[in-house]
């Protein structure tokens, strides 16, 4: 039966927004509450039936969970554990998606698949791969789809990300200085993670995709746009170590997946929203 209907955690995130923005066929039923509440989840879930539900909530920036783990451990891994047990029980839904990180992996030189190792680099990591391990649990009582999305970026994101955070430092800073910035991460548009997300869904799949553009870029080549666009220079210090994060996106890209956006475009769209919203 079609409900025409999909429940969506972290609706107020910016992956959240702009799902609810652009997934026009169906209707979202937001999750408002707090993920660690066995007794919100409850009522929300109670007497609902969904085509899907697209599981985005979590505390995700890398140094609010380094602060506080013990907090990111109750939201990113105890409740995604009492959501889908509430789920599994009043019998919502046959099919969920989770999504996950990149910082699962452990740093590579070579593209990394969904079959690679995992140790995961940061904590955030930590309490996705613990999630994430609780679902496949799961498997034979619900449809599982994880995501392991790589880098990607909007303007409302908090300037703790990689690239909000650069372009601050060249909208604010006189003399631009940057520090540990010899790095390569495989960037993602937002719109392709959205396409990525709606063929997952209609297609119902299960199982770990790796969710990136499967291209290597340097920090350096963010760091030189911005430069370029803000006519200032900068100043690189304390660049030694070099770290390596990519994907290898065959599989979602065999099921008939292909970004269209490259960095370009994406760096390009962010200056342009971004000085809209300091104007």
């Given at each position: 039966?079609?409900?025409?209907?999909?429940?969506?955690?972290?609706?107020?995130?910016?992956?959240?927004?702009?799902?609810?923005?652009?997934?026009?066929?169906?209707?979202?039923?937001?999750?408002?509450?707090?993920?660690?509440s066995k007794i919100q989840i409850k009522k929300w879930i109670k007497n609902k039936q969904f085509d899907g539900i697209f599981h985005l909530a979590a505390i995700v920036p890398t140094n609010q969970v380094t602060k506080n783990l013990k907090k990111a451990i109750k939201v990113n891994y105890e409740g995604t554990k009492f959501l889908v047990d509430e789920i599994i029980k009043q019998k919502t839904t046959n099919w969920i998606i989770f999504t996950s990180t990149s910082h699962v992996y452990n740093f590579s030189k070579k593209k990394i698949k969904e079959t690679s190792r995992t140790k995961p680099i940061s904590k955030y990591g930590y309490t996705k791969l613990k999630a994430e391990r609780y679902i496949l649990k799961k498997k034979n009582k619900i449809k599982v789809c994880i995501v392991r999305i790589f880098s990607y970026t909007n303007y409302n994101q908090k300037n703790s990300f990689i690239i909000p955070s650069i372009y601050e430092k060249f909208n604010r800073e006189k003399s631009v200085k940057l520090e540990n910035v010899n790095h390569f991460r495989d960037f993602v548009d937002i719109r392709d993670i959205f396409s990525a997300f709606k063929i997952l869904?209609?297609?119902?799949?299960?199982?770990?995709?790796?969710?990136?553009?499967?291209?290597?870029?340097?920090?350096?080549?963010?760091?030189?746009?911005?430069?370029?666009?803000?006519?200032?220079?900068?100043?690189?210090?304390?660049?030694?170590?070099?770290?390596?994060?990519?994907?290898?996106?065959?599989?979602?890209?065999?099921?008939g997946w292909r970004p269209k956006f490259n960095l370009f475009s994406t760096l390009k769209k962010f200056y342009i929203q971004k000085n809209i919203t300091n104007v």
């Open positions: 039966m079609k409900f025409k209907k999909i429940g969506l955690t972290g609706s107020t995130g910016v992956l959240g927004q702009f799902l609810k923005k652009n997934f026009k066929s169906y209707k979202f039923d937001t999750f408002n509450g707090d993920l660690s869904f209609l297609k119902k799949k299960e199982g770990i995709y790796n969710l990136g553009s499967g291209k290597k870029t340097s920090l350096l080549t963010i760091i030189k746009f911005f430069s370029k666009k803000f006519k200032k220079e900068y100043k690189i210090i304390n660049n030694k170590k070099t770290t390596t994060l990519v994907s290898d996106n065959k599989k979602l890209i065999n099921i």
